[in-house]
């Protein structure tokens, strides 16, 4: 399995900006799909966005489209999430997930590998 380590999460308030970042070890990143899944406190694990092998392709959940956007470099072997306009309902541990095929889904069970998770808080 592949390690994937999280960071940039922290804390912020209502409408301001976050970059969550996601570094792969391993040679076979840019052969799968990537995504990012978040668990609120007291409630489980939901998908927050998706994004293919090349990066062509993306998707995400209703609650963040328009106001998250997901990336990927490849080269780097990073996948990224920019969260704008956040709103005190995206506090979460956010995590990102390597999935079993290249193009990705919004179900967590296709995900084989996952990070330790990295913690936004929104304060309003």
């Known amino acids: 399995q592949v390690q994937l380590v999280e960071s940039g999460g922290g804390l912020v308030q209502v409408g301001g900006s976050l970059r969550l970042s996601c570094a792969a070890a391993?040679?076979?990143?840019?052969?799968?799909?990537m995504g990012w899944f978040r668990q609120a406190p007291g409630k489980e694990r939901e998908f927050v966005a998706t994004?293919?092998?090349?990066?062509?392709?993306?998707a995400y959940a209703d609650s963040v489209r328009g106001r998250f956007s997901i990336s990927r470099d490849n080269a780097k072997n990073t996948v990224y999430l920019q969260m704008n306009n956040l709103k005190s309902e995206d506090t979460a541990v956010y995590y990102c997930?390597?999935?079993?095929?290249?193009?990705?889904?919004?179900?967590?069970?296709?995900?084989?590998?996952w990070g330790q998770g990295t913690t936004v808080t929104v304060s309003s």
């Open positions: 997930a390597r999935s079993a095929n290249a193009i990705g889904s919004t179900s967590d069970s296709t995900y084989i590998s």
């Open positions: 994004i293919t092998w090349n990066g062509r392709l993306t």
């Open positions: 391993g040679r076979t990143f840019s052969s799968y799909a």
